[in-house]
């Protein structure tokens, strides 16, 4: 989804509208000009500059976790800090060097609140019956472009109808971050569940946080080799190939969409049956296992499609 365009202009158009109330500019504030990494408020600001940085915490949602553990552990060793895992001070000065706003006002439009809405079933052969796997509501589509919870949201605007076209409202600041690099080498560490982005130079420049793999359908171990990325996938479903598949299921297609099983990229591995994709379940990243392959959110793994190519080494490691 290249939304850049379109978030500047509607960003601009917020920013010329006259303010909301202080109740509900409380924490949009305090996370702009928080100065420590007090409270929801700078882990918040924490949060989207890592993002930005392409050093993804997962869904930004303000909270402490595995995940911001993670993104800020692998942004101090990539920069070449003390290792701490935490926001200590030289972290915290490299992450808001030359920074800019790290919540920003938007008007939601027309196109937003108007756009289809899907009903999903749990069930494998009714989702097959779909034309198409789109999001279920406007918060989950928001989240999704602002790389976002829910929840966030929320609390970041109280009372704020979201389904109404012109409402301003405040979401994380991830439009004209700076493009990703060209990889040349992926490293997936199980133990860790994270995905780490190598340049030329064998420098890292970006990581994302992952689920991959299960006692059931492990980890492919080894180094394997990119055929190809697709945008939107449809899902080849074959009940054979799942431990946990319903024995009345059969092998189906399934629509493309946000909320398709591997979300809106696959990077298909040489190994067959094995990709790197996304998922419908973006807060599930990094917490969860997989049936064997690596998963992302859609937004990580659509940066990551945009940095590979079939020269890509792929190192999935214990």
Known sequence: MNIHSSLAAALMLACCMSTAGAATQALPDA??????????A??????VLLD???????????LLGSNHRRAVLGYQRARGLDETATLDARTWASLNADAPAVIV??????????????TLPKDMMAKSKLKSLGFESILEALGERFHASPGLLKKLNPGADFAKAGTRIFVPNIANAPAMPKATKLVIDK??????????????????????????????????????????????????LFWDADPAHSKATLAPGPNNPVGTRWIDLSKPHYGLHGTP???SIGKTQS???????????????????TSVAVLMQE
């Open 105 to 118: 006002a938007y008007v939601l439009t027309a196109e937003d609140v108007g756009q289809p809405m899907t």
């Open 42 to 47: 700078g882990v918040l600001r924490a949060q």
């Open 291 to 309: 049936h064997g392959c690596v998963r992302l959110t859609n937004w990580d793994v659509e940066r990551l499609a945009s940095a590979v190519d």
């Open 31 to 40: 996370a702009n000009a928080a100065t420590s990494t007090t409270g929801m």
């Open 281 to 283: 379940t973006p807060a």
């Open 52 to 62: 930005r940085a392409h050093f993804s915490p997962g869904e930004i949602d303000g």
């Open 191 to 240: 133990s860790d569940s994270t995905l780490a982005v190598f340049d030329a130079a064998g420098k890292q420049v970006a990581q994302f946080p992952v689920s991959s793999g299960s006692e059931h359908d492990p980890l492919p171990i080894g180094q394997w080799a990119i055929n190809g990325v697709a945008t939107n996938p449809t899902f080849h479903y074959n009940p054979d």
